[in-house]
């Protein structure tokens, strides 16, 4: 589900964060895409993450949520990344993001209840789609909504964070530092080494 984007100043906050986070040792599958292996001394990784802010039944939502904001499909998504593993422990170590997410929670597990009378992880994935689409699009927006909007804001946006800060979402988004070269590429502008013809900056 596309988003609006982080603003400059989380974007900041969280990815201190999660080179912090790197560091934790009780992750199952996140892992930072940074890091440097040790090999000596490393210890294997948990089989089982244990959660450090959410309930279980909260934790089991938030897992759902980022599944639906990047889905697996050809390629591996939040699921296999542990997108939710990441948005747990950063909510854990953020004072700032834990009132609005227990807010957003409470109003997803009331609007469910409402709408449909059964919790949402019971819910089929065109109802949860139908549920979560009013929140994520600042087109669809409604009013009356502003809890749920901004609760699935900062899950998307840390689910965001959590995925491509990990080898799977750089491998996704082909960055450059995973691909060695022996040489520096020449620049494919020969006829015009200046540049003159490429447009001006627009910032």
């Known amino acids: 589900m596309a988003g609006q984007g982080l603003q400059r100043r989380e974007i900041l906050r969280v990815i201190g964060l999660a080179a912090v986070a790197s560091h934790f040792p009780g992750f199952a599958k996140w892992s930072y895409a940074a890091a440097h292996s040790h090999a000596e001394g490393e210890k294997p990784k948990p089989q089982h993450y244990t959660p450090q802010f959410f309930s279980a039944p909260d934790?089991?939502?938030?897992?759902?949520?980022?599944?639906?904001?990047?889905?697996?499909?050809?390629?591996?998504?939040?699921?296999?990344?542990?997108?939710?593993?990441?948005?747990?422990?950063?909510?854990?170590?953020?004072?700032?993001?834990?009132?609005?997410?227990?807010?957003?929670?409470?109003?997803?597990?009331?609007?469910?209840?409402?709408?449909?009378?059964?919790?949402?992880?019971?819910?089929?994935?065109?109802?949860?789609?139908?549920?979560?689409?009013?929140?994520?699009?600042?087109a669809k927006h409604r009013p009356g909504e502003e809890p749920g909007q901004e609760f699935f804001r900062r899950v998307r946006d840390l689910t965001v964070m959590g995925f491509y800060s990990t080898p799977i979402g750089y491998r996704e988004l082909s960055n450059p530092a995973l691909h060695p070269w022996g040489l520096s590429p020449a620049c494919p502008h020969t006829h015009d080494p200046g540049h003159t013809h490429l447009p001006s900056a627009k910032w």
């Open 59 to 138: 934790y089991a939502v938030i897992a759902r949520l980022t599944e639906l904001i990047i889905p697996s499909d050809e390629t591996p998504g939040a699921l296999e990344a542990g997108a939710c593993e990441f948005v747990d422990f950063m909510v854990a170590h953020d004072a700032e993001q834990q009132p609005p997410l227990r807010a957003g929670l409470s109003w997803l597990t009331d609007r469910c209840q409402r709408e449909f009378s059964r919790p949402f992880l019971e819910l089929t994935e065109p109802q949860q789609t139908a549920l979560l689409e009013p929140l994520a699009y600042r």
